[in-house]
């Protein structure tokens, strides 16, 4: 049986899960209502403490899915991204246009990561 540790968890879900050197985030989303490129620094914050928390850091994203409320806000949210992103450590990526919880959130991102 592999060694699955669950953090931050309620009865609903789990903020990271991880098994062995797999580190898996739950969608992340930030302040509702605030623009997109505010939402999206937010969450990238986030993901950063999140990782920390359980040994890793942005360097050792793997895969990262993005949801946007609107996919015209995909320039907006790929500026931010792009500078946060590690130089020539870019993850797999997909992104997509999808409704969210509620309409003030704007951005979701869901990371897999391993340990350093």
Request: a negative charge; hydrophobic letters at 45%; one cysteine or more.
């Amino acid at each position: 049986m592999p060694d699955i540790t669950r953090h931050q968890s309620s009865n609903r879900m789990s903020q990271i899960v991880t098994c062995g050197d797999m580190i898996y985030l739950a969608g992340q989303v930030a302040e509702p209502g605030a623009s997109v490129a505010v939402q999206t620094q937010a969450i990238l914050e986030q993901i950063e403490s999140l990782l920390a928390e359980v040994g890793s850091d942005k360097q050792h994203i793997l895969q990262a899915i993005i949801w946007l409320a609107s996919m015209d806000d995909f320039a907006e949210m790929n500026t931010i991204w792009d500078s946060w992103v590690p130089a020539g450590r870019p993850p797999a990526r997909a992104c997509g246009g999808a409704p969210l919880a509620t309409p003030d959130f704007k951005v979701e991102i869901i990371v897999t990561a391993c340990k350093r």
